[in-house]
């Protein structure tokens, strides 16, 4: 089945650096998407991207469609703590029954 | 809070048995989805049902079922447990209609140890 290798697996910044984490696959995707996912809770949608080269921004958080359509990357700048979390990047393929493919997570801590 | 309400939280239960969780989807949502999340192996989608109707399948095991009531919650059995099942059981809703956008509303998770 279709794989999203996600990194890095886990990252330790300071708080107010900046932080990027990305997802590549063998596989094109029509969409992606970035979850995060706070201990003990769900994961909640952060950005969709529809359009390949789509570069779209929510507050500090920015992420690309990638021009291949394989590849994805989120931005985060001046990280604060509550950016603590697991980060999933999920691709949508095309079809009628199409479902989420999901990345295996980038863990990142944020240090005071 | 997403809107998506699952129960139980939590739930210890022997190999061997059944169990059901459920879930309520976000007001007007027709689409529920339900996710297995365990340590090795992430989020892997189990099955999807759109207005009562099983919609698609993914990597579900033969041992577990679901369905979607006329009220729209949802319910996925688990039976004959093993070790391994035991994870983190996400149900999400879907505003969307019956094509996936892939916006979804997860509920908290239901967390499944086996014994």
């Known amino acids: 089945g279709q794989q999203l290798n996600q990194s890095p697996q886990s990252m330790f910044i300071q708080e107010g650096e900046d932080v990027s984490m990305n997802c590549t696959s063998s596989?094109?995707?029509?969409?992606w998407l970035w979850y995060k996912q706070d201990p003990g809770e769900g994961p909640v949608l952060l950005i969709a991207?529809?359009?390949?080269?789509e570069l779209t921004s929510n507050g500090r958080l920015t992420a690309q469609f990638g021009i291949t359509r394989k590849d994805s990357f989120l931005n985060i700048s001046a990280s604060i703590p509550s950016d603590v979390g697991i980060y999933f990047c999920?691709?949508?393929?095309?079809?009628?029954?199409?479902?989420?493919?999901f990345g295996s997570g980038t863990q990142l801590t944020v240090l005071p | 809070d997403s809107g998506v309400t699952q129960t139980p939280k939590h739930l210890i239960t022997a190999t061997g048995q059944r169990v059901t969780l459920r879930c309520s989807p976000r007001?007007?949502?027709?689409?529920v989805y339900w996710y297995q999340q365990s340590l090795d192996q992430g989020l892997q989608f189990l099955i999807q049902?759109?207005?009562?109707?099983?919609?698609a399948k993914g990597n579900i095991l033969e041992r577990f079922s679901a369905q979607q009531f006329p009220d729209l919650h949802s319910e996925l059995n688990l039976s004959s447990l093993e070790l391994g099942d035991s994870a983190l059981y996400f149900c999400?809703?879907?505003?969307?209609?019956?094509?996936?956008?892939?916006?979804?509303?997860f509920g908290e998770g239901s967390r499944l140890t086996v014994l």
């Open positions: 999400a809703s879907s505003q969307s209609g019956r094509i996936n956008t892939g916006e979804l509303f």
């Open positions: 596989s094109i995707f029509n969409t």
């Open positions: 991207l529809y359009k390949a080269g």
């Open positions: 999920a691709g949508l393929s095309s079809g009628s029954a199409r479902q989420l493919t």
């Open positions: 007001s007007g949502d027709l689409s």
């Open positions: 049902y759109y207005n009562g109707e099983e919609r």
